[in-house]
């Protein structure tokens, strides 16, 4: 990769080396912080436990990643092409990793930096949770003149549990995923991304100024608001209408 790159990105790798904690778990990659960090919450679960030292990595289940595997992908800031490389999207760790032949670096964090890996891209936003400021990645759904859907995927572990009877079997850590939506609509005050509630009258409201066709869009369509395409569709439809 290109020397430039070094500008872009906070090298975590070094600071990683040389801590032995990260082999408390067997197979856990070394090199990277946001991973790690989940090996240390899952060690400290079990910390209790004569043989917290014999979890494996494979033994967790589920995935910190959006995709396990590193993919070519860009890196823009704003809309100028800065690099190309092999990326992953940690979901655990909120940040993109990124494969440099043997070393993985992560991606500096920049306002509306965004990367696309695949048929994905993957934007950094500010937003509001619970009255307090956040900055965080979005996976882009709709980027149109009045709609700007987003999705954003908390990732979130599980602990391990112990079996309570022998007829039970023990619970495994696993890593799991939720998802929430956001949107920028012209009502929006400077831009600002909105937490989309999934319910018919939520939905109804921010597009009040179009109810009328929305509710025939309603009736005609069997839409499903727990289904992604289902809430795409219909916030591409309101795009598609004529202000």
Do not use: W
């Amino acid at each position: 990769m290109k020397h430039s790159i070094f500008l872009t990105l906070f090298i975590i790798t070094s600071l990683l080396y040389g801590q032995d904690n990260a082999g408390a778990i067997s197979g856990a990659p070394r090199q990277y912080m946001g991973t790690f960090q989940a090996f240390q919450k899952i060690r400290k679960l079990l910390n209790e436990n004569e043989n917290s030292n014999s979890i494996k990595f494979s033994d967790i289940k589920g995935s910190p990643y959006l995709n396990n595997e590193f993919e070519p992908g860009n890196i823009y800031i704003k809309d100028s092409l800065i690099e190309k490389g092999m990326l992953r999207y940690n979901i655990y760790a909120d940040e993109i990793e990124i494969k440099d032949q043997q070393k993985l670096f992560g991606l500096y964090k920049i306002q509306d930096s965004k990367v696309k890996i695949g048929k994905d891209e993957i934007i950094l936003k500010e937003f509001f949770e619970d009255q307090k400021k956040e900055k965080g990645y979005f996976i882009t759904l709709i980027n149109g003149n009045k709609v700007k859907l987003y999705k954003r995927i908390r990732c979130k572990i599980i602990e391990p549990l112990k079996a309570a009877t022998p007829n039970q079997k023990d619970r495994s850590a696993k890593f799991k995923s939720y998802i929430d939506y956001y949107i920028i609509l012209p009502i929006h005050k400077n831009g600002q991304l909105s937490k989309i509630k999934l319910k018919k009258k939520s939905i109804m409201n921010l597009m009040q100024d179009q109810e009328e066709k929305i509710k025939g869009y309603f009736k005609k369509n069997q839409v499903n608001l727990k289904r992604e395409k289902d809430i795409t569709k219909l916030f591409s439809y309101y795009e598609s209408i004529d202000i």
